[in-house]
């Protein structure tokens, strides 16, 4: 019907995935100025760029958590959008098929992957009409990660360390600098928050996810909510959470807050927080043709420069190598903050494997193993299969397993982002292990660390969830939380937590 339409959505869906827009990337090289080298948040954000070039370079995901794909569309009055959005869905499962997309769509119920990012409510595409001839397409990418960060506050409420919030903007204040505290470095941070000021409880999120479509630079047209944002803007990084977490001076590039009518009873503040991997792009399709006459947020006539101009991570001397198996000798020398660098077999597993080694023993020998959380993106490579896209998932939703995964089996280094809680901290002193923090959405960097994928085990959960086996190489990580009882998260969140209570007004 629009012979270009398809192939339009496609390429949008790819450099969406591949290629971080010029201001999301202006604002990380702003925090790479922020952070001095030597720092944790330094060392991480020079991973984080380098990953960001070799991802535009090589046209493979920024981060191996490709999101839900969530579209807004604007077309012509007449247009045929039942036809718009089986093309939309068929262009979504071929960039699924091509690698670009992770096949992120589950069965709430059975836990079962569609495998082509289709499924009830998924992905998520909003039409509106228009009066142009042209179409407008922009696609936002979030990761669970981060969007397992999102919070909705109801007004008045009392807030940990920041006391009573009012229906008041000085409440939603509030509010927001509560959203970034809690996330930590669970949803990569440095993170974007888009905020909805009201609504309902539905209306509110979808309005809060849609700030995120606005540029880094955008100023607001109401004065207030301007004002707002700026002072946020002006006062959030005093918090310390730093990139990943790791503490600094960046915790959050931008915060973007709207507003929506209400009923009287209610006051709602929505969060939607996304992570450094900002990933939204648009284009603007002829009418007729469907071809693209013009992207948004990005200007394919100006080159886009590079994030490092030299070599990225770079090695101090000063890592501690570890050699899967590992021993335990060696764990019980580590200390938080050091770097280390893994070589050897690594098994992933994330939600499902963990849930499956509560009742069944594990598909493999765990003793001295390293478990990476990361649902990969994988294709097939003739026999075999090539990882493609490998960084680490948000470890805590593993807390209610992980201790019993450590008991049982002797798994030596859990690999993530993050942290996790308690339970996993006296596990790990008890069995002489260590938790080590990957750097979250690095999901090129840490494939290249990848020399082989010997086996597969799980399959039948879906390619996210399956263990496994992988061969690395020198793969890099920092101790966030030692043998000894010692956790940087915790350390991070109290420190900020004062820093907090500091702003509290
Ligand atoms: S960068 Fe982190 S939070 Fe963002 S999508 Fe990737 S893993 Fe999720």
């Known amino acids: ?73 604007k077309t012509p009055i007449a247009a045929n959008q039942v036809w718009m959005k089986q093309q939309v869905r068929l262009a979504v499962a071929q960039a699924t098929k091509q690698g670009y997309l992770r096949p992120n769509s589950v069965d709430s119920i059975t836990g079962t992957n569609s495998g082509d990012n289709l499924g009830p409510g998924t992905p998520i595409v909003h039409f509106e009409q228009w009066e142009r001839d042209d179409i407008e397409i922009r696609l936002l990418l979030k990761g669970g990660g981060c969007e397992n960060m999102n919070a909705q506050y109801s007004l008045p409420t009392t807030l940990e360390n920041l006391g009573r919030a009012d229906r008041s903007l000085e409440g939603v204040r509030k509010c927001i600098l509560h959203a970034v505290w809690q996330a930590q470095g669970k949803g990569c941070s440095p993170g974007a928050v ?13 309005h809060a996810k849609e700030q995120l479509f606005r540029t880094i630079d955008d100023v607001n047209t109401d004065g207030r909510l301007a004002e707002l944002e700026a002072r946020i803007m002006g006062t959030v990084n005093s918090l310390g959470v730093g990139t990943m977490g790791f503490g600094g001076n960046v915790s959050l590039i931008a915060c973007k807050i709207g507003a929506l009518n209400r009923l009287p009873a209610s006051f709602f503040v929505s969060v939607a927080y996304d992570c450094w991997a900002y990933r939204r792009l648009g284009v603007v399709l002829d009418g007729r043709s469907g071809a693209i006459t013009n992207w948004l947020y990005r200007d394919p006539a100006t080159p886009v420069l590079p994030m490092i101009d030299q070599e990225g991570f770079a090695r101090t001397g000063r890592e501690v190598l570890l050699t899967t198996p590992i021993d335990e000798a060696a764990v019980r020398q580590l200390k938080v903050g050091d770097v280390v660098l893994v070589s050897g077999r690594m098994f992933t597993g994330r939600d499902a494997v963990h849930a499956h080694l509560m009742k069944h023993e594990p598909p493999v020998d765990l003793r001295g193993a390293a478990l990476y959380h990361c649902g990969p993106v994988v294709q097939k490579d003739g026999e075999g299969w090539r990882i493609t896209a490998a960084g680490p998932t948000t470890s805590i939703r593993e807390e ?55 086996g597969v085990s799980l399959l039948e959960f879906g390619t996210p969830e399956a263990m496994w086996h992988l061969r690395v190489k020198d793969f890099p990580a920092i101790v966030t939380m030692d043998a000894h009882g010692n956790s940087l998260h915790k350390d991070v969140e109290d420190a900020s937590a004062k820093e907090l209570a500091a702003l509290k007004g």
Not at 27 to 40: I, L, N, Q, S, W
Not at 45 to 51: D, E, F, V
Not at 426 to 451: C, H, P
């Open 1 to 73: 019907m629009i012979p270009s339409f398809f192939d339009s959505v496609l390429q949008l869906i790819v450099k969406t995935s591949t290629d971080l827009p010029p201001d999301v990337r202006a604002a990380m090289r702003g925090a790479m100025v922020a952070e001095p080298e030597e720092t944790r948040s330094g060392q991480a954000l020079k991973i984080i760029a380098q990953n960001i070039d070799q991802a535009a370079e090589g046209e493979g995901a920024i981060c191996q958590d490709t999101g839900m794909p969530t579209f807004e569309i």
């Open 400 to 454: 209610p397993y992980q201790a019993d995964v450590l008991r049982r089996y002797g798994v030596r280094a859990v690999i993530g982002k993050g942290g996790m809680g308690a339970r996993t901290l006296e596990a790990l002193k008890e069995t002489g292990a260590v938790y080590l923090n990957a750097v979250g959405g690095a999901a090129q960097f840490y494939a290249r660390t990848i020399e082989a994928v010997e």
């Open 194 to 206: 888009g905020v909805c000021v009201g609504g309902d409880r539905t209306s509110g999120y979808l």
